[in-house]
């Protein structure tokens, strides 16, 4: 089968016949080996038919690319952007969009009746803690009829998954699964000791050097040298350049050090990675770039890209991000020092892909990368039509091997952690599903959830195990007991915690008795970040006191947090300080504080933000503003981030106060203006 020019493989050809049927299709196959090429073929066919299509992902990063993918395949007038940050054609045929978006969308008033398709990229984020839920919400709350398109690498639980995913989209899915890469993977260990070799290599090195220091010990005073000198990333790019695998990326989970590392290569090497002919090329990029982007692109930076060496985190300053993806596309970087923002959806694959360490900080401590997150990042190896291997390389010194040996193992069984829910409907969703169902919809939303499907299972089992144990004289009549109470607890679960919600929002008089909607809850309506503490700034009436540039301080400083090593220079005024021991009582407050408390979350309020925030929205320059605050890294991405999301948030709090013309364009004004050029950037 014959799709633009290409062979099809089998994979994809099962896929695209499967939605040509009428079906849905889940998709499962390694990074690399052309999952999207599915997606692209039904929004083909919804604008042959002359319907809309929806291309869902969870980062903006991977959004953007596809928006421009589509803009070349199929013209700008039928392509529109949808996100956090931008609205591009939103009356488009096909739009690309956060999932979040179209949950809000989906639990509307929007017309989607003539929606043919939604695909979902990353669909295994429905288990990510903060985010999954959005996912199940939109699985559930689309109409029948839309046809679902479902892309993941990783799936190891696919059978469930695809039997709950049928169940709750009433109609047949195609399981699709491919287990051999198009470009096959060759993996390697590295140290200063042993070279760039095999898995066994290495082991028998390890256990003769192991049985070395262990007769050592015997021995008086033997195998006391000097302290073994560690591996560095600038060894494992000379064994990399030695062996031809450039060009690589090396994986690093610290911003600080991707920027030092890159510095550090950049001085290492002393020349040029590219060649003559693409050297003359990137020069020219970058000439214009500085022309574009002023002082954002220094001097030092200008001439470690001109070396083919770049950086890349997602506090990175936004159009150098989008520079380095540009010049990375091209293959005019060579060596890119990235933490795992670069590994998920986006479509730039590497020669060789080397790890730093196989461990990362998880947002509580540091841990080991899961199967998932390494399988991910490993995928990038491995260019198709160029390549006939990816090489992988992970940097572990002998010391550190018999702690990652059974994590490797893992890795090399390739067996990813199974999807898991983590269903648990926002206030937002709570109170919109209130407005326009009757309990018993709720109900049936609630219990269609991957969470309750797995619960349900899970309650089966423990109910034939009770009545299993019910004839057996071995087991006593309190623990039948007990198992029947278990199950009933699992089948109710979902529910419980709806309800309980439910019971918090009479408790704070948000809603009434018989769920009668009052003031709180018709601000929670219209709000999806810091729901609760933003609705208690809007009741306590403190944002109507302040000036449009407070009020953007304010909501810069309860959506965002300045990182560890981040410190504000700003000098809070007499009237700042008061402003945020007002902000800081109702965050420390009753209301709050149970709100968390249900949700197991902790309330974000950084007062430093109020000064920066404040500072963008009186229209100083992103330049004046990180004058304002010491880092040892790049948080102009940060920053920028941070202003984005506090941009939702005034523009969710213009439709609160919609009832107020005067309000309301005052929102409005606010919202155009911190919108600047340095937020709003494509690529």
């Known amino acids: 089968m ?49 319907r809309r299509v929806v291309y869902t992902a969870p980062v903006k990063a991977l959004s953007n690319q596809k928006y421009r993918d589509y803009v070349r395949l199929h013209g700008e007038e039928n392509v529109g952007l949808v996100t956090g940050d931008l609205v591009i054609r939103r009356d488009a045929p096909c739009l690309v969009m956060t999932t979040e978006i179209l949950r809000n969308i989906l639990l509307g008033d929007d ?12 669909i295994h984020f429905l288990d990510d803690r903060e985010r999954g839920t959005v996912w199940e ?15 993941s690498a990783t799936l190891s639980n696919l059978k469930s998954f695809a039997h709950w995913l049928e169940s709750v989209r009433e109609r047949p899915i195609e399981v699709v699964v491919e287990e051999t890469r198009a470009v096959p993977l060759t993996h390697h260990l590295f140290s200063v000791d042993t070279g760039m070799v095999d898995r066994t290599t290495y082991e028998r090195t390890w256990k003769r050097k192991r049985h070395q220091r262990d007769r050592g010990r015997g021995g008086k005073g033997r195998g006391r040298g000097r302290p073994r000198r560690r591996t560095t990333h600038l060894d494992t790019f000379d064994a ?20 030092r590392y890159a510095r550090a290569l950049g001085r290492h090497v002393g020349r040029s990675l590219v060649d003559e002919e693409t050297s003359e090329a990137l020069r020219q990029r970058l000439r214009q770039a500085a022309m574009d982007l002023g002082p954002t692109l220094d001097d030092e930076l200008r001439e470690l890209y001109a070396k083919g060496i770049g950086f890349h985190h997602a506090g990175l300053h936004v159009q150098l991000k989008a520079l380095v993806e540009e010049l990375y596309e091209a293959k005019l970087i060579q060596v890119l020092y990235t933490t795992s923002t670069f590994a998920l959806g986006i479509n730039m694959p590497a020669r060789s892909v080397a790890f730093d360490s196989l461990r990362k900080f998880d947002g509580r401590s540091l841990a080991p990368l899961s199967t998932r997150e390494f399988m991910q990042m490993a995928g990038r190896a491995g260019r198709r039509g160029l390549d006939e291997h990816g090489h992988v390389i992970c940097r572990i010194d002998i010391e550190e091997y018999g702690e990652v040996r059974p994590q490797l193992q893992r890795y090399e069984e390739g067996t990813s952690e199974p999807v898991l829910s983590s269903f648990s409907l926002s206030w937002n969703s709570i109170v919109n599903l209130l407005a326009t169902h009757d309990m018993d919809h709720i109900r049936q ?9 797995h619960l349900e299972r899970a309650a089966k089992r423990l109910r034939a195990e009770a009545e299993r144990s019910e004839g057996n004289r071995n087991v006593s009549h309190k623990q039948t007991k007990k198992l029947h109470r278990r199950a ?23 809603l009434g008795e018989n769920n009668g909607f009052h003031a709180g809850a018709k601000v929670l309506m219209h709000l999806q970040i810091s729901e609760i503490l933003t609705t208690e700034l809007v009741l306590s009436g403190v ?24 410190r504000c220079h700003a000098r809070p005024s007499r ?31 950084d007062p430093d933000l109020m000064l920066l925030g404040r500072a963008w929205a009186e229209g100083k320059p992103l330049q004046e503003v990180l004058l304002m605050v010491h880092s040892d890294t790049d948080v102009a991405g940060d920053l920028i981030s941070g202003f984005r999301r506090a941009k939702d948030l005034v523009g969710q709090l213009k439709e609160v106060y919609k009832a107020d013309p005067e309000r309301y364009e005052m929102l409005h004004t606010l919202a155009r203006s911190v919108a600047r050029d340095e937020v709003e950037v494509v690529g």
């Open 240 to 259: 990399v350049d030695q062996e031809g695998l450039l060009p690589f990326l090396y994986f690093v989970f610290s911003r600080r050090d991707t920027e």
């Open 445 to 453: 939303v609630v219990d269609r959830s991957f969470l309750s499907y």
């Open 543 to 566: 944002l109507e006191t302040l000036t449009p540039e407070e009020l953007f301080g304010v909501c810069c400083s309860i959506t965002n947090e300045l990182g560890r090593h981040v």
């Open 2 to 50: 014959q799709y633009r020019g290409f062979t099809l493989d089998g994979f994809q050809e099962q896929a695209i016949n499967a939605l040509a049927d009428g079906k849905s299709a889940l998709v499962c196959a390694p990074t690399g080996t052309g999952k999207t090429i599915i997606a692209d073929w039904i929004v083909d066919q919804a604008l042959q038919k002359g």
């Open 488 to 510: 009933a607890r699992a089948e109710t679960r979902c529910w419980d915690e709806f309800k309980r919600k439910v019971r918090y929002l009479r408790s704070v008089g948000y």
């Open 111 to 122: 017309d989607v009746s003539d929606l043919h398709a939604v695909v979902l990229d990353e």
């Open 575 to 605: 009237y700042d300080k008061q402003l945020a021991r007002e902000i800081a009582e109702l965050v420390n407050g009753p209301v709050v504080g149970d709100a968390h408390e249900l949700t197991e979350s902790q309330p974000t309020f």
């Open 137 to 151: 919400e939109v699985l559930i709350y689309l109409p029948q009829p839309v046809q679902v398109v479902g892309l």
